[in-house]
């Protein structure tokens, strides 16, 4: 079993929808989680970073469950411009790990 | 906000050359950098873990005699793949890390990536 699973993609989902990507992973000892936005064949961008309270950025929420060992990435009222690769990834120690990634296509 | 500077963006180089790919950290001092390489359709692999002053410390599989790194300055790592091969053609990315506590648990900031074509 990978370290951090993400659901298989693609998603392809209508304009205005909501969305929600889920990201579990194996190591109880993981410290600190976050959530990058890769476009096609450019570099990984910090979304957002996953706080245990949960938090939220305009129509993006995230959310980190500990006693699951899951965090989720809600997108509302998608937009075109959401259509990417979204990486989940944990820091454990000295070890950054990124999820396999799940692509979304937003459709007009 | 941090800005990541990576050069070349992208190359193309015959079998059996070395090509250089730097990485600066332009308004911060990163005494950790990270290389990373992504085929088409997959995820990033990190290759290795750069430390300003030290030598790197490579994932297992990849080879610390290929693919050379230094780190001589807080603001600039540079990764040389040495006698490329064909199958080396990849997208090579770096990052850093800057602000509060643990280098690992800062969020990364991404160069915007080397596109390595090997012929």
């Known amino acids: 079993r990978k370290e951090v699973e993400q659901d298989p993609g693609p998603f392809n989902v209508p304009e205005g929808a909501t969305v929600a990507f889920n990201c579990t992973y194996s190591?109880?000892?993981?410290?600190?989680f976050f959530w990058y936005r890769q476009d096609c064949r450019k570099e990984p961008k910090l979304l957002m970073s996953?706080?245990?309270s949960g938090n939220e950025d305009g129509r993006f929420t995230a959310q980190l469950n500990r006693a699951s060992q899951y965090i989720s990435l809600l997108i509302r009222d998608s937009k075109l411009s959401d259509s990417a690769t979204y990486l989940c990834?944990?820091?454990?120690?000295?070890?950054?790990?990124f999820g396999k990634g799940t692509r979304l296509h937003i459709l007009p | 906000g941090a800005v990541v500077s990576q050069h070349p963006s992208r190359v193309i180089c015959k079998s059996g050359t070395s090509v250089k790919i730097e990485c600066r950290s332009l308004?911060?001092?990163?005494?950790?950098m990270f290389w990373y390489r992504q085929f088409p359709k997959q995820s990033l692999m990190l290759m290795a873990t750069?430390?300003?002053?030290?030598?790197?410390t490579y994932e297992q599989g990849v080879e610390k005699d290929k693919f050379l790194i230094n780190h001589a300055s807080l603001t600039l790592s540079t990764l040389t793949v040495t006698s490329a091969h064909p199958e080396d053609s990849s997208f090579y990315i770096c990052?850093?890390?800057w602000g509060w506590g643990n280098t690992y648990n800062s969020p990364l900031h991404f160069g915007n990536g080397t596109r390595l074509t090997v012929t």
């Open positions: 990052s850093a890390s």
């Open positions: 190591n109880s000892a993981s410290q600190s």
């Open positions: 996953v706080y245990s």
């Open positions: 990834v944990v820091n454990r120690d000295d070890k950054i790990i």
């Open positions: 308004d911060f001092q990163a005494t950790t």
């Open positions: 750069s430390n300003e002053g030290s030598k790197a």
